[in-house]
């Protein structure tokens, strides 16, 4: 069932964003920007973290998360351990969600309308995995410049 390998991606991947952001030298290079480079790590983390929470917990496991986007991207030098705790949070958020789902429910509109058209909660999924691997390439590649 696709619920089960979504779970392993999400798993994966998040998994490796948290060996990311342990991977840092120097901690408060997390929260560095340079040039063109707009979003430190740290901000991309709790973006990432807000947004599986709101649109995977909140919308389909009713979880209660209330998500606070615009402090994704303001909120500075949160601890690395807080960090993580996020991540691991998420994954288990996970864990505890997708194996709920049906395929029925996966062949159901999503229940928000989020790119101006409705679609298929699996369609909505998937995106949600390539949305924290295009981030969790760019928290590598900020790790790798910036972390000096």
């Given amino acids: 069932m696709i619920t ?7 798993n994966r991947d998040l998994s490796k964003l948290k060996t990311e952001i342990e991977a840092y030298q120097k901690e408060e290079n997390l929260w560095k920007i340079d040039k063109n ?23 389909l496991g009713n ?5 606070h986007r615009e402090l994704e991207f ?10 993580i705790e996020k991540l ?3 994954i288990a958020m996970i864990d ?8 029925e429910d996966l062949k159901k509109e999503y229940p928000l309308v989020v790119f101006e058209r409705a679609m298929t909660t699996d369609y909505f999924l998937i995106h949600l995995v390539a949305h924290l691997d295009y981030h969790l390439g760019q928290i590598n ?7 000096i």
């Avoid at 303001?74 to 960090?83: F, W």
């Avoid at 590649?141 to 972390?147: E, S």
């Fill in 4 to 10: 089960e390998s979504l779970r392993s991606l999400f």
């Fill in 37 to 59: 480079i707009a979003n430190s790590a740290g901000n991309l983390t709790l973006h990432l973290v807000g947004n599986i929470n709101h649109f995977i917990g909140a919308q």
């Fill in 63 to 67: 979880t209660g998360y209330v998500r």
């Fill in 74 to 83: 303001s909120l500075n030098d949160v601890p690395r351990a807080e960090l």
């Fill in 88 to 90: 691991e949070a998420t």
């Fill in 96 to 103: 505890s969600v997708l194996p709920q789902l049906s395929e």
């Fill in 141 to 147: 590649y900020h790790r790798r410049l910036l972390d």
